[in-house]
């Protein structure tokens, strides 16, 4: 494992008035690496991705990529510097097919500025990668249909697409298979497994569902109320007291008598 961390956060700090959404969270993230963040509704996990990526501003405290500052960066900022975002809600261009949208991300990875009408005709080995994108997703069939137009399933589906196609290091997943059927969510699992496989990434993923959580993480982190309350081991963190009350809603007492 690096000695430098991938990312790191140190005393990551939001208020909003008098709340404190995100607490003074420090935490380290090390390449080769998918780490869960759980906890209930409420508890700071999407504010605490929010302040990582860039989208919020934080009050307090630092954001580091591979050692280097950069709290101070806008959100498009940091994913020219290797940090990638699927958000919770779909983040689609709605009026562009599904080609369309996965070409502007794969035109935006190799360089090649936005002026895609012009280009992609002398361009095909961009075309073939957008294709195996979209064949990873299994939306190849589905190219030439619009974004808005997709099913929830399948529109986050094409989030995860457009993700790939930027070929971040640090890979950002908020409840990615969140309004997913059941048949749906292991194409997205095994993307993310795949990515986790390359050995080269940081993967972190804000997920309610404990059987993906278990099946992926090799880590969990668990926020509740804003602050880092657990850290380890995904078995320990999920038996521990504090997380079956905080998350799971048991208290102490019930656990200890239960059989």
């Known amino acids: 494992m690096s000695a430098t961390p991938a990312l790191e956060t140190r005393d990551l700090t939001i208020r909003f008035g008098g709340h404190v959404a995100v607490n003074a969270v420090s935490c380290a993230f090390h390449p080769g690496t998918l780490t869960a963040i759980v906890g209930p509704n409420g508890a700071g996990k999407t504010t605490y991705f929010n302040l990582i990526s860039g989208q919020l501003k934080a009050t307090a405290g630092r954001v580091l990529l591979g050692g280097q500052d950069v709290t101070g960066l806008s959100a498009s900022a940091r994913t020219k510097r290797g940090m990638g975002r699927a958000f919770q809600l779909t983040n689609l261009f709605p009026n562009l097919t599904v080609m369309e949208n996965v070409r502007l991300a794969v035109q935006s990875r190799a360089g090649a500025g936005l002026q895609f009408l012009q280009l992609w005709s002398h361009r095909g080995d961009l075309i073939d990668r957008a294709d195996s994108l979209l064949a990873a997703v299994k939306l190849l069939d589905k190219r030439n249909a619009m974004a808005g ?57 804000v997920e309610h569902k404990m059987d993906v959580v278990r099946s992926l993480a090799d880590r969990i982190i668990v926020l509740h109320n804003g602050t880092l309350v ?24 019930k656990l200890e008598a239960a059989p």
């Open 230 to 253: 657990a850290d380890g081991d995904p078995a320990e963190v999920i038996a521990s007291p504090v997380v079956q009350e905080a998350y799971l809603g048991v208290m102490p007492e």
């Open 149 to 205: 137009a997709l099913p929830h399933g399948d529109q986050r589906k094409l989030e995860v697409a457009l993700l790939l196609a930027l070929e971040p290091d640090i890979f950002m997943f908020d409840e990615p298979t969140a309004g997913m059927s059941v048949d749906e969510v292991p194409t997205v699992l095994e993307l993310i497994h795949g990515i986790k496989a390359l050995g080269n990434k940081t993967v972190l993923l």
